[in-house]
């Protein structure tokens, strides 16, 4: 992780290196692993948006959306994410972490913790 800082606008990520990323719902948090921006989303109650973590490149390109969880209900957006080294993980409504590579998006394993 560096300490490149990106700045939340709303639905609007300002990068470092100036480009700005129009998203769909409110940002909730940022973390950077490895030179990508994991970008968490706030999701409405009523609104059924599981995948709500994406992975953004420094010059604002979306690298990836995480992918589906199989084990979740219609509507478990996640609610956390945090990095233990080059590890991010990533929490549900429900009460699953999950660890999800970050350069892929793709999930590596899964614990219910709740």
């Known amino acids: 992780m560096t300490d490149r800082k990106a700045q939340l606008y709303g639905k609007r990520l300002l990068l470092p290196s100036g480009a700005s990323v129009p998203l769909d719902h409110p940002i909730a948090e940022v973390v950077e692993v490895d030179g990508v921006f994991l970008v968490r989303l706030e999701v409405l109650a009523k609104a059924a948006y599981n995948e709500n973590i994406f992975g953004i490149a420094p010059d604002g390109g ?5 992918q589906p969880f199989s084990h979740r209900g219609e ?3 996640y609610v956390g994410l945090s990095v233990d080294g080059a590890r991010v993980f990533a929490n549900t409504w429900s009460g699953f972490r999950v660890e999800i590579d970050a350069q892929t998006g793709r999930i590596l394993g899964h614990k219910f913790v709740k």
């Open 62 to 66: 979306i690298l990836w959306r995480v």
């Open 75 to 77: 509507n478990d957006p």
